[in-house]
């Protein structure tokens, strides 16, 4: 083992031989140390480091998985997982965040830098033990140190460089669905939104809009005049959103195909030929991404569907998912045959069924394909975790030297820590389930640690039929996360705002206008945790130390000045909130009518009706509001609202910039620093204009702690 110190708050311990996932930019200098801070190694059981928790010490972490914010009490795999039933015993989902912070009178980040299975036992099999079993002999695990939850996290976004931007229109409501077949629903889905004066900025294609799901091409029947259409689209004030799968189906004359195979740009098997698997369009080759030379290849192949118009892309089944290789399939089909004249009892009967079943995601095909690193071959489950991340990379890459300074929309299903440098994430194939809806609210929390900013589930859940209930309270919480979309799969029933009775459509029309009235709110507070790596959805326990405050689950903050406490619960009229200090309440309907209520500190119960969100504004902030509009390009934000609640002094930074380009990364934004001061009783307000020539005015509500109401309009020069 080798130590290294990163900087004064970092050490890397390097263990072997490590693969460069170049996850970590700065590796450290060199010192003398034999001993890892806070774990016993137990090398004799493969790599075993063991922490002693105390009874209260909370967990927090590993981006996307399963259970609480606090990750005590289960086990939790990182392996990128493509399995769609996210159960609560599930213990991989899509991506791999080995990132996690024992938070209690110790502290400290563990951050394990290894790209294939890892298994984190947080109090599991010994309730007091932390264990991290690591399925290898070559890895760095850096340790993080800080005096808080929120200075560690800080330390490791730090480390790890900083997140993607997407473009300012990708904070608009996005429309999905799994099923939209032809360029005639699109319009028609287009067309709802205008006609029923719903805001929206997107609408997605997904894998229907592809000739015979083959990447790269257009099925021309179904979309003719692709770029006249999407210009069409456009010209109405939406943009289409492709999906590009990571499997190249093998298909003759298909040029992606045979310039895959021209090139050695696929993984290999055993015997170094293009090994196959099947997934969406049958049998496919997988793209090397951890090759740079075929992540060039691929990435630029994207050019091909910007030159029709296009600006943002979603990244999936890059696990890489697998129906069945070739070989698992031969098997069962000779399984079957064999069986064909058994009188098969119950346990042959489902053996066989399994066997079918079970061809879906096979470790074994994992161990049965190559990467090519550097001249050698590297079996593709000992890398598996970066195959997503690298696709993602892929593309980002290729927008780069496409347009260099332009912002794409992208995401990604699969990913590894490091993957928030070139694009989102979402969560996933979720279910239409109230439980998938309180894990979306935890899950935003450990995502946003991890450096995924740009994230969001499947609001009203892929799977399933949901109700109009879980559809409103699903997207009352997804109003406040970046990625605000709404996806559904085939077959399910539908889910645009306009499939629902006229009551719930009017309720979803005024929970999106929320969305894009809190836009210079939610726009500013992103890119400003963006460039001082700071995180955009927190738990309480970031902000405050008290013991309630540190185990409350179901509430968040959004940016600094904002807490949240949705609705998650069927038929719930109201709920348990705690306040950890006094806060403004605005249960807020429709935006444009404001009332507000003053709670003190402690635990309320809040009546809630269906068509009300519970937003509280903390003390000693401001949050910003303007008008909705069509979309986000259609904000006009000349006169902005302020709502404040002010004990003595408050202050607010809104940044802005043109939304389009990195310009932001030399600094070229602009900012308008709000302040505001008691002074006896009155307010004072003093506003400082850095760059910004759109906003002319400000019209404040200042609230004191008494609930006085205080306006006043201030022009801004
Ligand atoms: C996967 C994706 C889902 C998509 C579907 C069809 O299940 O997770 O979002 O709709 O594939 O492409």
């Known amino acids: 083992m080798k130590t290294y110190k990163v900087n004064e708050f970092i050490m890397r311990y390097s263990i072997g031989n490590p693969f460069a996932t170049e996850v970590v930019v700065n590796k450290g200098e060199e010192i003398n140390r034999k001993d890892i801070?806070?774990?016993?190694?137990?090398?004799?059981?493969?790599?075993?480091?063991?922490?002693?928790?105390?009874?209260?010490?909370?967990?927090?972490?590993?981006?996307?998985?399963?259970?609480?914010?606090?990750?005590?009490?289960?086990?939790?795999?990182?392996?990128c997982t493509d399995d769609s039933q996210h159960t609560p015993d599930k213990k991989s989902l899509y991506g791999a965040h080995n990132f996690l912070i024992v938070d209690g009178e110790v502290k400290f980040g563990v951050f394990v830098d290894y790209p294939s299975k890892v298994t984190f036992d947080i109090g599991f099999?010994?309730?007091?033990?932390?264990?991290?079993?690591?399925?290898?002999?070559?890895?760095?695990?850096?340790?993080?140190?800080?005096?808080?939850l929120k200075e560690i996290t800080g330390q490791f976004l730090n480390m790890i460089g900083e997140g993607y931007a997407p473009p300012k229109w990708a904070f608009g409501y996005q429309q999905s669905r799994w099923s939209y077949k032809n360029a005639e629903?699109?319009?028609?889905?287009?067309?709802?939104?205008?006609?029923?004066?719903?805001?929206?900025?997107t609408?997605?294609?997904d894998i229907d809009y592809m000739e015979r799901f083959k990447d790269f091409t257009i099925d021309e029947e179904s979309f003719p005049h692709i770029e006249g259409f999407v210009k069409r689209i456009k010209n109405k004030g939406f943009r289409l959103i492709p999906i590009i799968d990571a499997g190249v189906k093998i298909e003759k004359d298909y040029d992606i195909y045979e310039e895959g195979i021209a090139n050695d740009h696929f993984c290999v098997n055993e015997e170094g030929k293009p090994f196959v698997a099947a997934v969406w369009p049958g049998r496919v080759h997988f793209p090397d991404f951890l090759r740079p030379e075929t992540r060039k290849w691929f990435g630029l192949k994207y050019s091909r569907l910007i030159d029709w118009g296009i600006e943002g892309f979603?990244?999936?089944?890059?696990?890489?998912?697998?129906?069945?290789?070739?070989?698992?399939l031969q098997k069962a089909v000779e399984k079957a045959k064999a069986s064909e004249n058994e009188n098969l009892d119950i346990y042959s009967y489902f053996e066989l069924r399994d066997t079918f079943v079970g061809l879906l995601n096979k470790l074994e095909d994992h161990k049965d394909f190559y990467h090519r690193v550097e001249g050698k071959l590297v079996r593709h489950d000992l890398l598996h975790n970066l195959y997503g991340y690298n696709m993602?990379?892929?593309?980002?890459?290729?927008?780069?030297?496409?347009?260099?300074?332009?912002?794409?929309?992208?995401f990604s299903r699969a990913s590894y820590v490091g993957g928030h440098r070139y694009g989102g994430i979402w969560t996933g194939d979720n279910h239409s389930w109230w439980q998938h809806l309180l894990l979306n609210i935890k899950m935003m929390v450990s995502l946003n640690m991890c450096g995924f900013l740009y994230s969001g589930a499947d609001t009203g859940g892929f799977s399933g039929d949901v109700n109009a209930q879980l559809m409103i309270r699903w997207m009352q919480f997804s109003l406040f996360t970046p990625l605000f979309r709404n996806h559904s799969a085939m077959g399910t029933r539908r889910q645009e705002p306009f499939a629902f009775d006229e009551g719930t459509l009017h309720i979803l029309r005024n929970t999106i206008r929320i969305r894009y009235a809190l836009i210079p709110y939610i726009y500013s507070e992103y890119m400003k945790a963006l460039i001082h790596k700071n995180v955009y959805i927190a738990s309480l326990a970031f902000e405050y130390d008290d013991t309630r405050s540190r185990t409350v689950e179901d509430q968040l903050l959004i940016g600094d000045s904002l807490m949240i406490a949705p609705i998650y619960e069927e038929n719930a009229v109201g709920r348990y909130i705690w306040l950890p200090e006094d806060m403004l309440l605005w249960k807020a309907e429709d935006y444009r009518n404001r009332s507000y209520e003053i709670y003190k500190k402690g635990n309320i119960y809040l009546e809630v009706d269906i068509q009300e969100i519970p937003i509280f504004v903390r003390k000693n902030k401001i949050v910003l509001l303007g008008k909705h509009g069509s979309s986000v390009e259609n904000l006009c934000h000349d006169e902005l609202e302020a709502i404040a609640f002010v004990d003595d002094k408050a202050a607010y930074v809104y940044y802005d910039d043109d939304g389009t380009t990195k310009n932001y990364k030399n600094k070229k934004y602009n900012e308008v620093f709000i302040e505001i001061e008691k002074v006896k009783n009155d307010f004072e307000i003093t506003i400082t204009n850095r760059g910004n020539d759109t906003l002319k005015k400000i019209n404040f509500e200042i609230l004191d702690i008494q609930g006085n109401v205080n306006k006043k309009t201030v022009e801004v020069s």
């Not at 010994?126 to 808080?148: K, M, W």
């Open 203 to 205: 609408v997605y294609l």
């Open 125 to 148: 099999t010994h309730s007091d033990v932390l264990d991290i079993v690591i399925d290898g002999e070559d890895f760095d695990l850096y340790i993080v140190e800080g005096v808080s």
């Open 185 to 201: 629903e699109i319009e028609k889905i287009v067309d709802s939104f205008l006609h029923y004066d719903i805001p929206c900025d």
């Open 37 to 79: 801070d806070y774990f016993q190694i137990d090398e004799k059981k493969g790599f075993r480091f063991s922490h002693k928790m105390d009874p209260r010490d909370i967990v927090w972490g590993l981006g996307e998985n399963q259970r609480g914010m606090n990750k005590r009490g289960g086990i939790y795999i990182s392996y």
């Open 314 to 328: 979603w990244n999936d089944m890059n696990e890489p998912a697998i129906f069945y290789s070739n070989k698992g």
């Open 392 to 410: 993602t990379r892929a593309a980002a890459e290729g927008f780069e030297e496409i347009q260099p300074n332009k912002r794409f929309l992208l």
